[in-house]
């Protein structure tokens, strides 16, 4: 049903009508980077007291994602694939159901360095299973967690073909002479531009910290077709760096705007 409002301006009126807008049902693709750069130790611990590996973060990281997800809607649905020199299938076939999603995880494990990674392959794919989610009145997200500092991540695809939301996480070594993270990072920055069909997210982290993994998949949780661009996102905000409500309605009295401390 079309919603009419009014909004007056400027002591005249303009009338403007508000059409409710479908937000469809997600199929969600994640590929991880299974190169030996993803078996780089965190400075996080785990319940046995070792440190946790970045593609044991990883795999609590998707979990939590995928029960969080349906907690929002229970039509969304799961597949898996993963990243060596191309992307591969680990599980084809999208499912809505968590203990399947789940299980599908545990066949996840680190390969060895692969030299390259060619992107192409994954898209494709992803274009595929993007005609097939529309014709069911659904739409197609790819998240990529990608985690080589000095392997700039290459594609061959056309420009106007966007049928899919690219999101990525890379995790990363900090700089030096012997990688390049801001290179990988701005290649990772060009694909998700290139190939997204709504506003694609990308966040990075060097710091070997789970929360640097946890904080960027929730924010994942966002539905590509409800997202404002990733330079408005100010979330999450910590606590302690608001404005007093006190002190921000006084501000506000005397006609002299705070900026709220970032």
């Keep these: 049903m079309e919603e009419d409002r009014t909004v007056v301006i400027g002591g005249g009126a303009s009338r403007y ?25 965190m400075k996080t611990t785990g319940t046995n007291g070792r440190p946790l590996t970045r593609m044991e973060c990883v795999k609590q990281a998707i979990i939590l994602f995928i029960h969080n997800k349906l907690s929002i809607n229970s039509d969304h649905r799961f597949a898996f694939a993963t990243l060596s020199k191309s ?10 159901d968590a203990a399947s999603a789940v299980a599908s995880l545990r066949g996840l494990s680190a390969t060895k360095s692969s030299g390259r990674a060619d992107l192409t392959q994954l898209f494709r794919v992803a274009a595929q299973e993007a005609k097939s989610s529309r014709s069911q009145n659904r739409i ?14 290459t ?9 899919f939301t690219l999101d990525v996480m890379y995790l990363h070594d900090k700089p030096s002479p012997d990688n390049c993270p801001q290179d990988v990072y701005d290649s990772l920055v060009d694909a998700v531009e290139h190939v997204s069909e709504y506003e694609g997210y990308i966040f990075e982290s060097g710091q070997g910290l789970a929360r640097s993994v946890f904080k960027p998949m929730s924010i994942l949780l966002s539905h590509p ?3 404002c661009a990733q330079d408005d996102l ?24 705070q900026a709220m401390s970032q």
């Design 225 to 227: 077709q409800q997202r």
């Design 17 to 41: 009508a508000l059409k409710p807008t479908r937000i469809n049902s997600e199929d969600i693709l994640i590929c991880v980077d299974v190169d030996a750069e993803s078996m780089v130790e």
């Design 155 to 163: 594609h061959d695809w056309p420009t106007k073909q966007k049928l």
């Design 140 to 153: 197609l997200r790819v998240i990529l967690i990608y985690c080589r500092s000095s392997v700039r991540p």
């Design 87 to 96: 992307a591969a299938w680990l599980k084809k076939d999208f499912t809505s």
């Design 234 to 257: 100010d979330i999450p905000k910590s606590l302690a760096k608001k404005v007093p409500v006190v002190e921000a309605a006084s501000a506000d009295d005397n006609h002299n705007p």
